[in-house]
């Protein structure tokens, strides 16, 4: 056996999330039957995060186990020739047979976009929130900064997913960035997220910017780890998984 | 009669381009329809660029004669209501009655969109241009500074079309920027563009970056007038109509 890893990137608009499902199209799904057609094999994939539907990648990090040595230069071209425009496939490498991409990953970065202007642009509605709303970035960083370090976050958690082991989270690092076009990008940089986690940061953030909530809210949202007292889910699409660390 | 100015933006994607066609869906038709349901009276559109099927435009500038007068808030809330989601008005403005998009407009500015990178990102597949060769961007600088100024610019054009008074235009600015992951900017800026031209200039740079054409041809291919000369005309999906000058 011999212990493949995939760096993939995708628009997650016209798939049913990362995970196979028999409802639709999935990413896991796409890819595996793009493998499996190469390889003449059945394939099983692991990924670094089990993206929502509508939720984009610019850094997924994948692995399975190919039964053969394969050439990563000629898989990696096969395999952007078999896949939809919507899949691209940016690296390919042979790893050791430990590597797990959930298992081994250090942290992760999430970017949420959002558009505040009136009217969005049509090339962004894709992958931006479209809340048209100015925003308060003084209040979003004072919020932002009380959520950084090492917390219990069921406050941000929807149903509390099997996979979670632990509701206690490090985020190390939330980063406002204004972009032309009145969007705002928002970076988070945390060890694991629980689910729908960083679309609820996004949402509680997004409300305190608006002044739907008070921006000294944050310490005793953690404290309570209610759900209901937090912010909207902010929408899939303007979620991208930016990046997995390694070590 | 009131002269309305809008200002819009569109993904040119799923369009057969500006103009009215039986053949497909156009922007033009579809704003006229939506603008004809809002007012209940027939409009007639003038638009300063007439984009190819595929171009999109971020600052589009139309106009058309309204029979009685309109609340500019309300209009551009009805019309992004009623607009697919390809179609955005950013702005509407009553105007003196003499302003022509067209006739009035001093100068365009169009962005051209290269990704040179192996795989190209999902997120530009519909905006950018996937040239997967590395460019050289002395060699595109040193061209671009010979087309600056005021040239008969036949060699850029293809099949000079009606509306094209004159082959002699005048660019006042190139400039290229590297952006994040292999993505190449090239925008022009003059003061009219012949059928094509902004494309052929992009795909003209793009096989000098590229070794294809020589870095100190332009002089000769604008004294010779000779299109098959030129470079490739570069697909439409890689250019934007980003802004037009007014006095």
């Not at 394969?70 to 050791?96: M, T």
């Not at 590597?99 to 509605?125: A, I, M, N």
């Not at 190390?172 to 928002?186: A, G, H, N, V």
């Not at 921006?215 to 990046?243: E, F, Q, V, W, Y």
């Amino acid at each position: 056996m011999f212990n493949i890893k995939l760096l993939i990137s995708y628009l997650g608009t016209p798939f049913l999330g990362w995970q196979k499902t028999n409802m639709g199209p999935s990413i896991e799904a796409t890819l595996e039957s793009a493998l499996e057609k190469i390889l003449r094999h059945p394939v099983t994939l692991q990924a670094a995060s089990r993206t929502d539907a509508g939720v984009h990648a610019e850094g997924q990090v994948v692995n399975f186990q190919a039964h053969c040595p394969v050439d990563p230069r000629r898989l990696k071209h096969s395999l952007n020739g078999l896949l939809p425009k919507e899949i691209s496939v940016l690296e390919v490498v042979a790893v050791p047979k430990a590597f797990h991409p959930t298992l081994d990953s250090l942290k992760k970065e999430y970017w949420y976009h959002v558009c505040t202007g009136f009217s969005q642009l049509p090339f962004y509605r894709n992958a931006s929130w479209h809340f048209p709303f100015a925003l308060n970035h003084e209040a979003m960083q004072r919020a932002a900064s009380d959520l950084l370090g090492t917390h219990d976050f069921s406050a941000f958690c929807n149903e509390r997913a099997l996979w979670d082991r632990d509701p206690v989270c490090t985020l190390e690092r939330i980063e406002l960035t204004p972009l032309p076009q009145d969007r705002l990008r928002i970076s988070f940089v945390g060890d694991h997220f629980l689910y729908r986690m960083a679309r609820n940061l996004a949402g509680t953030l997004a409300y305190i910017g608006s002044g739907k909530l008070d921006p000294s809210c944050i310490p005793s949202l953690l404290k309570n780890k209610d759900r209901t007292l937090a912010g909207m889910t902010a929408p899939a699409h303007g979620l991208t998984l930016k990046h997995v660390f390694y070590s």
